[in-house]
Antibody, heavy 120, light 110 residues
Framework: EVQLLESGGDLVQPGGSLRLSCAASGFTFGSCAMSWVRQAPGKGLEWVSGISGSGGSIYYADSVKGRFTVSRDNSKNTLYLQMNSLRAEDTAMYYC?????????????WGQGTLVTVSS | QSVLTQPPSASGTPGQRVTISCSGSSSNIGTNYVYWYQKFPGTAPKLLIYRSDQRPSGVPDRFSGSKSGTSASLAISGLRSEDEADYYCAAWDDSRSGVVFGGGAHLTVL
């Protein structure tokens, strides 16, 4: 059974940093592209970043480029999102999602999400 | 302002057929597949349609997707009360080198 378990969400002050993790199981993690998708309170879904199975291809939404860094440790079956220079508008539920094929909106499995709140 | 345009809401009565549209451009829907997600409050999104018109196993055949040019549609036939949810379209955007979502459409079953 495929499982994705996010962790690391917290209350952080503007300008602060946070690292999210997504522990994966039930599939060959290193063979699958992964993405982070967020949903701000009362808003729609927003793709944040995607990374290929090998980690060789990485993409970011313009809204987080230069502030967020996605990475993965295939030996630990874990996806990460390092979030720096956080802003109030980064407040959201963050989901990790497994891609069916390549990096793209073909997310067949999702985690339950981890909440990030940016506020003073 | 979302890159993909969806109506904010849709509605229908039980048993009816409803469609939700998704409009994009040549850099996303015009050249790439469209995906549809169903989302209930407090839960993770669920993939309903992939590669524009394919259903994952376990998704009822009441749900169908289509694409024409730079637009796509999700159709739900035999509407049920449990279909009341938010529906999002998504596609890869070549100009942005990233995934773009529609703003979401809230479906109300009257």
């Amino acid at each position: 059974e495929v499982q994705l378990l996010e962790s690391g969400g917290d209350l952080v002050q503007p300008g602060g940093s946070l690292r999210l993790s997504c522990a994966a199981s039930g599939f060959t993690f290193g063979s699958c592209a992964m993405s982070w998708v967020r949903q701000a309170p009362g808003k729609g879904l927003e793709w944040v970043s995607g990374i290929s199975g090998s980690g060789g291809s990485i993409y970011y939404a313009d809204s987080v480029k230069g502030r967020f860094t996605v990475s993965r440790d295939n030996s630990k079956n874990t996806l990460y999102l390092q979030m720096n220079s956080l802003r109030a508008e980064d407040t959201a539920m963050y989901y990790c999602a497994k891609d069916m094929f390549n990096i793209g909106p073909d997310f067949d499995y999702w985690g339950q999400g981890t909440l990030v709140t940016v506020s003073s | 302002q979302s890159v993909l345009t969806q109506p904010p809401s849709a509605s229908g009565t039980p048993g009816q057929r409803v469609t939700i549209s998704c409009s994009g451009s040549s850099s996303n829907i015009g050249t790439n597949y469209v995906y549809w997600y169903q989302k209930f409050p407090g839960t993770a999104p669920k993939l309903l349609i992939y590669r524009s018109d394919q259903r994952p196993s376990g998704v009822p055949d009441r749900f169908s997707g289509s694409k024409s040019g730079t637009s796509a549609s999700l159709a739900i036939s035999g509407l049920r009360s449990e279909d009341e949810a938010d529906y999002y379209c998504a596609a890869w955007d070549d100009s942005r080198s990233g995934v773009v979502f529609g703003g979401g459409a809230h479906l109300t079953v009257l």
